[in-house]
């Protein structure tokens, strides 16, 4: 990302977190208008939820600089969200909900140029995310291969015994 974007999008952030509230509910709306299957995977309550999303996307956007220093947090955010069932498919989905949702927030701040610095911005985080929870489906697959060994445990025995 160019300096002039990361100056973009930490400006326009300020403006959405001036109204960080309504933000998280148009954004929830609209995700779930776009893909209402997603709401089974929120158990929690949703405007706590939206306080989360707002406070991460502010520690990101702050350290958009210097974002090695937070790659490890992305990386684990990424390997939870793998565990709550969210699929690659789904972060274009957020994609599209984060941009209406900075689309209506802005109005006419939302420049083309603005759509591009935070469609960069996502898809650095996005991107991630979705390969640290590639690894974590990666130890799902391990997990379950070893629980099918070990339950041939007591066939295994039975047979052991047979023969001594
Ligand atoms: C850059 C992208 C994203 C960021 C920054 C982000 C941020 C967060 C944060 C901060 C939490 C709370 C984690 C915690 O407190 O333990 C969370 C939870 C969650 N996120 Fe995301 N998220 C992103 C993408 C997605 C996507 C693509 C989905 C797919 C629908 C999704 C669905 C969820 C769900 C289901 C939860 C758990 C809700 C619950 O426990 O009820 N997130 N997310």
Known sequence: MTPKQV??????FKSVAAI????????????????????????????????????????????????EKI??????????????????ADYATVANALLWTLEKGLGPDFTAEVKVAWTETYQTLASV???????????????????QAYQKIPELEKRQNLEA
């Open 20 to 67: 960080s509230e309504q933000a998280a509910e148009l954004f929830y709306g609209r995700l779930f208008e776009l893909d209402p299957s997603l709401k089974r995977l929120f158990k929690g309550d949703m405007k706590e939820q939206g306080r989360k999303l707002m406070a991460v996307i502010g520690v990101a956007v702050a350290s958009l600089n210097n974002l």
């Open 7 to 12: 100056a973009l999008v930490q400006k326009t």
């Open 71 to 88: 790659i490890p947090t992305v990386q684990k955010l990424g390997a939870k969200h793998a565990g709550y069932g969210v699929k690659e």
């Open 129 to 147: 995310m979705i390969e640290a929870s590639k690894n974590h489906e990666f130890d799902g697959v391990f997990l379950e291969f070893l629980a």
